[in-house]
């Protein structure tokens, strides 16, 4: 019940906002996060935000240069990325977990992932 949407093929310095909707029941209350996995590497943790959007948190890497964000009236949650790098290719998927958590295993509920793909 988590619909990702937003990737595409942008040059490297360039921005997307990925969106992903979500169900009544799976975005109610919970943290959501974004994660990624490219090719050949493990799922990664990306930003997550809390259920009132005071809580959020970032991966060093994105850090600066992603901002995420939810309607919870639209039971929505954004990842703008600017200042896109070659490095931040990868399939990226949203998620809900009871948890303020980086930890993959603590979210529940995956969307089925967007592409991203920034040339050089």
């Known amino acids: 019940q988590l619909q990702a949407s937003g990737g595409g093929l942008v040059q490297a310095g360039g921005s997307l906002r990925l969106s992903c909707a979500a169900s009544?029941?799976?975005?109610?209350?919970?943290?959501m996060g974004w994660f990624r996995q490219a090719p050949g590497k493990e799922r990664e943790f990306v930003s997550l935000?809390?259920?009132?959007?005071?809580?959020?948190d970032y991966a060093d890497s994105v850090k600066g240069r992603f901002t995420i964000s939810r309607d919870n009236a639209k039971n929505t949650v954004y990842l703008q990325m600017n200042s896109l790098k070659p490095e931040d290719t990868a399939v990226y998927y949203c998620?809900?977990?009871?948890?303020?958590?980086?930890?993959?295993?603590?979210?529940?509920?995956w969307g089925q992932g967007t592409q991203v793909t920034v040339s050089s």
């Open positions: 998620a809900a977990s009871w948890s303020l958590t980086r930890q993959t295993m603590q979210y529940n509920f």
């Open positions: 009544g029941r799976t975005f109610g209350r919970r943290v």
């Open positions: 935000i809390g259920w009132s959007g005071d809580n959020t």
